[in-house]
């Protein structure tokens, strides 16, 4: 059985064209990052998967049933990217009436405990913090005990604390063997706990693999410093550095290790000032990646 | 999966928001107490041939049974706002279930009210054959379908924030117009009221009398307000959900 298979999807609004053909296949068991920057169309690639949105074209699959199928099934649990609570009941009502939809739901004290907001259960939805809510939205997407998860950008209004947690319960779920799929913006989140990432860029999946590989081709950082009249071809040969870029007075080096790369154009350059040590960002190494596809 | 479960927790919503239990219950007693019990030996409120404490009686009981059935309404639109109906769509609950739910739990809460009002009808005085009650009871209650129908249209094509004043806007009208505050029994305003789904509501008090309660032309104003409604509601679901 495979966990999720789009074929050639494509959605637009309007002028927008939101996705632009996307394949990718995902097995039942594994973690998939959906990784890419605002607007890259990861939301609307997850909103086709669970039968939101309509596609223009291509087609879904979800544990080889159309999405809507699957759902009605309840072999589809979600988180989606917003989204509030309804109010007036607490915190645990809310997930028993939840489980309550599902043919085979968690306990909704192991849920509870899972997720850690035991001190929170007995509140009423109306007065949890932004961060609680969210927790909550978490726990009402794992009490479903659905095969497959699919969270977008889960942890996008937590704090770090949080965060951290978070992950460690989806490691856990994880090894109980269900599909997820979750996007985000974050590198380090897609490096840190998917099998595997695809990564997307203006509606197009500019690579899928594993994280290492994911994490060499966007992951590079940049050395920015002022370092007037010394030829590039001198910067590119310094260890550790990919490529360099002039800017005026100003040199960009793209580098593939950036630790060696201070240290040999400190030693080689000493008058080099202003030196500033940054990642490339996700958005320039979509650019680039994209660019160089185009 | 349970519904029962579902409609359980519900319910427990419904009767949290205080809101509509004001609407619903509090509000029409008060007013009960206040208007009916003054007038307790007026044995034929503004010729309608009923006793001030059965005309009120009924008369707020349809008020009240008019708000809760439109509660629901307000319901679809807090979780539409919330993004809780998208959340609902990612699970089994079919949409026919939500609805129903929805308007079940309007039902039960409009019962609850009637119950209210009927036990301080008895207080004040009113006394009825059980047939007489079970018939006025019934014939309320179908009143109170274009009602159902209303809420759910309602709910789909507003926003929280507009949604109380519209209800509350909407509840008064029809309350005014069809003899729900005090009896219209002649003229041009007579004859609007009889038109009105709220009007039969108040003269399902006419079992009383020992009468059907409802002419003819009552089961079809009711039944053409439901059809209407329905379909209102029916177009206003679709264009906001995108479903068919
Ligand atoms: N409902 C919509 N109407 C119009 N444009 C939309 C809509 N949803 C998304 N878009 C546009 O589609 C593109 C992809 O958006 P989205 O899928 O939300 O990206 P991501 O989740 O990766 O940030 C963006 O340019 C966005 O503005
Ligand atoms: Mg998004």
Redesign the interface.
């Known amino acids: 059985m495979s966990g999720v298979a789009l074929r050639e999807l494509t959605k637009s609004f309007g002028a927008v064209q939101a996705v632009r053909g996307i394949d990718v296949s995902i097995e039942t068991g594994e973690t998939v990052a959906l990784l890419g920057p605002n607007g890259a169309g990861k939301s609307t690639t997850l909103d086709m998967v ?3 949105l309509r596609p223009d074209a291509g087609t879904v699959s979800v544990l080889d049933l159309p999405p809507a199928d699957a ?4 072999s ?3 988180m ?1 990217q ?8 607490t915190v645990r ?2 997930l ?3 489980a ?4 085979h739901p968690l306990d909704v004290d192991e849920t509870i405990a899972l997720t850690g907001i035991g001190e929170i259960s007995d509140r009423r939805t109306q007065k949890l913090s932004g961060g609680q809510t969210q927790r909550v939205r978490f726990a ?1 997407a794992l009490v ?1 005990n659905a095969e497959l998860l699919v969270l977008d950008e889960p942890t996008v209004a937590m704090d770090v604390e949080s965060r951290h947690a978070f992950w460690t319960t989806m490691r856990d779920i994880a090894s109980r063997g269900k599909t997820i799929l979750f996007a985000t913006h974050y590198l380090e989140e897609a490096d840190a706990y998917a099998d595997r990432v695809v990564l997307m860029a203006q509606g197009r999946v500019v690579a899928d693999g594993p994280p290492t590989e994911i994490k060499a081709m966007v992951g590079s950082r940049t050395i920015r410093a002022t370092l007037p009249d010394v030829p590039l071809e001198r910067l590119e040969r310094l260890p550790g550095v990919a490529h360099a870029e002039r800017r005026g007075e100003a040199v960009v080096l793209r580098c593939s290790d950036s630790d060696r790369a201070v240290r040999a154009l400190l030693a080689r350059h000493p008058e080099v000032r202003d030196l500033e040590i940054g990642g490339a960002g996700l958005e320039e190494a979509f650019l680039q990646l994209t660019a160089a596809r185009a | 999966m349970s519904s029962t479960t579902y409609m359980r927790y519900e319910l427990l919503r419904t009767f949290r928001q205080r809101r509509f239990v004001l609407l619903a219950f509090g509000f029409p007693l008060v007013l009960y107490f206040v208007v009916a019990a003054p007038n307790r030996n007026e044995h034929d409120l503004g010729g309608t041939g009923l006793g001030a404490p059965l005309y009120f009686m009924v008369g707020y009981a349809a008020f009240g049974a008019m708000n809760a059935m439109l509660s629901c309404g307000a319901r679809i639109a807090g979780e539409r706002q919330a993004g809780w109906t998208r959340q609902l769509r990612l699970t089994p609950l079919s949409p026919r279930t939500y609805l129903r739910t929805k308007v079940l739990t309007g039902y039960l809460m409009a019962i609850c009210s009637l119950a209210t009002m009927y036990a301080a009808g008895s207080i004040l005085g009113v006394r009825l054959g059980a047939g007489e009650w079970l018939r006025m009871i019934v014939l309320v209650l179908v009143g109170l379908v274009p009602f159902a129908a209303l809420g759910v249209c309602l709910g789909h094509l507003l926003t929280t924030d507009a949604v109380g004043p519209a209800m509350g806007g909407t509840v008064a009208l029809f309350s005014i117009l069809g003899g729900t505050w005090f009896p219209v029994q002649h003229g041009a305003l007579h004859d609007i009221a009889t038109v009105l789904p709220s009007y039969w509501l108040v003269q399902a008090g006419h079992v009383a009398l020992g009468g059907k309660g409802w002419t003819a032309t009552g089961w079809l104003v009711i039944a053409a307000w439901t059809a209407a409604l329905a379909a209102a509601a029916t177009a206003a679901y679709r264009r906001d959900t995108g479903r068919t």
């Open positions: 669970l039968g939101l759902v009605a099934r309840g589809v649990g979600a989606l917003t989204g509030s609570l309804v109010r007036d009941l009502e809310l028993a009436q939840m309550s939809l599902y043919p009402l479903t």
